[in-house]
T-cell receptor, first 111, second 116 residues
Framework: GQNIDQPTEMTATEGAIVQINCTYQTSGFNGLFWYQQHAGEAPTFLSY????GLEEKGRFSSFLSRSKGYSYLLLKELQMKDSASYLC????????????FGAGTTVTVRA | GAVVSQHPSWVICKSGTSVKIECRSLDFQATTMFWYRQFPKQSLMLMAT?????????EQGVEKDKFLINHASLTLSTLTVTSAHPEDSSFYIC????????????FGPGTRLTVT
């Protein structure tokens, strides 16, 4: 089965840093994605981790520890436009590219 | 590049009628398209996987006779919700995986279905 946990909500101040954790217990693992989704819109790709370690992309970084079943998304220098839902998704181990999503973390950035 | 469109963006229909939702990859060919459903404040739930020229594969608990999927070409997949009921009201999102792409899939903007 697939069990992917992330906090429901987080609030932070503009310019600050926020870390969104994701833990997973899945029957197999073939990579972990982070997506950003604004209300009523499609998810947009942020990052993909398949090996342990930190991947940095501008203000956003993503970390993976496969042995711990753990990932985090780090958002730096928060801007108001970063207010959105952030989805953690695990790619299933089969060769069909299916994704299992967590429930998402709603981040609210305040001035 | 890598744009996926959905049509319509929203639709209201009466209970018992059928609704067709289109998913198109505009600037690339898609080996595989995925259909998801998202209820308010919940995550995306994969409904089915659509491969061009073959039958769709459905996730456990998804009725294949209710949610008909046709993947007629490498750029178009359709989802038809048959005999819709109010509990089918949801946000339906498709994604498409480009030919040769190793892991990326691109999401459409979604279709809001309301069944009255």
């Amino acid at each position: 089965g697939q069990n992917i946990d992330q906090p429901t909500e987080m609030t932070a101040t503009e310019g600050a840093i926020v870390q969104i954790n994701c833990t997973y217990q899945t029957s197999g693992f073939n990579g972990l994605f982070w997506y950003q989704q604004h209300a009523g819109e499609a998810p947009t790709f942020l990052s993909y981790n398949v090996l342990d370690g930190l991947e940095e992309k501008g203000r956003f970084s993503s970390f993976l520890s496969r042995s711990k079943g753990y990932s985090y998304l780090l958002l730096k220098e928060l801007q108001m436009k970063d207010s959105a839902s952030y989805l953690c998704a695990v790619r299933r181990p089969s060769n069909d590219y299916k994704l299992s999503f967590g429930a998402g973390t709603t981040v609210t950035v305040r001035a | 590049g890598a744009v996926v469109s959905q049509h319509p963006s929203w639709v209201i229909c009466k209970s018992g009628t059928s609704v067709k939702i289109e998913c198109r990859s505009l600037d690339f060919q898609a080996t595989t398209m995925f259909w998801y459903r998202q209820f308010p404040k919940q995550s995306l739930m994969l409904m089915a996987t659509s491969n061009e020229g073959s039958k769709a594969t459905y996730e456990q608990g998804v009725e294949k006779d209710k949610f008909l999927i046709n993947h007629a070409s490498l750029t178009l997949s359709t989802l038809t919700v048959t005999s819709a009921h109010p509990e089918d009201s949801s946000f339906y999102i498709c994604s498409a995986r480009p030919l040769g792409e190793s892991y990326e899939q691109y999401f459409g903007p979604g279709t809001r279905l309301t069944v009255t």
